[in-house]
């Protein structure tokens, strides 16, 4: 199996396929621009860390971005962090138009709502330890409760227009959409190879994943 670790410049791509290849020593991971060798895998996921606008700009930059678009319709696709967020129609951060796969805004956390049940200020960006919450069944969320922790690290988060979307939701100051799936497309706004435990698992799962 070929799994392609989209390289935009932008990723955190050593920790991604280090725990893709921990999950699947089976497996041939490539970290590629290449839109041949993303084309030409089994399994594609687009990892990001950064600022939305500079991910679309490298996305492009790179030559990737029509393979990634192709492999949205055609491969098993995980998207994670900003490669999560890139999938739907416009971020906040610097008026960004999107890829558009999904109906949706991502809107920057509402500072004056940031408080924690006692009262205090929570900072943005979110970065740490928090639950998720699955919205609803799942192959990637074989083997991993409801209420699981995951490492968050985001100032900006998924809205989807369509509910039906949402696969998981996390509450920081907010509840949010930090998982979403549609046909043979998950995304997490979550880092699953910062998440120890869980986060291999939840690699696992796509790797055995036949949506």
């Known amino acids: 199996m070929k799994i392609a670790v989209v ?3 932008m990723g955190n791509l050593r920790s991604v396929s280090k725990a893709l290849e921990h999950v699947a020593p089976e497996a041939d991971v490539r970290v590629t ?3 041949e060798a993303i ?5 594609v996921v687009v990892p990001g860390q950064g600022a939305l606008p500079d991910c679309m700009r490298q996305l492009a930059a790179s030559g990737a971005r029509d393979a990634v678009l192709e492999a949205t319709r055609t ?3 995980l998207g994670i962090c900003v490669g999560m967020q890139m999938l739907f129609d416009h971020g906040e951060e610097g008026d960004t138009p999107a890829l558009g796969l999904l109906r949706g805004e991502v809107p920057h956390f509402p500072l ?3 408080r924690a049940p006692d009262g205090a200020m929570l900072k943005v960006p979110h970065m740490g330890w928090n639950e998720v919450t699955q919205a609803r069944p799942h192959a990637l969320w074989r083997g991993i409760e409801s209420g699981t922790r995951f490492y968050f690290v985001h100032s ?3 809205a989807p227009a369509d509910d039906v979307l949402t696969a998981g939701r996390c509450t920081y100051g907010v509840t949010f959409a930090c998982a979403v799936a549609r046909d043979n497309i998950f995304a997490v706004q979550f880092h699953p190879e910062k998440s120890q435990a869980a986060g291999l698992q939840l690699l696992r799962n796509f790797v055995d994943w036949r949506p």
Do not use: I, S, T, V
Request: a positive charge; aromatic letters at 20%; hydrophobic letters at 30%.
């Open 112 to 114: 004056a709502r940031m």
């Open 7 to 9: 390289d935009y410049g």
């Open 156 to 158: 900006y988060y998924p």
């Open 33 to 35: 621009a290449q839109p």
């Open 75 to 77: 491969k098993p696709f």
């Open 39 to 43: 084309l030409g895998a089994e399994r």
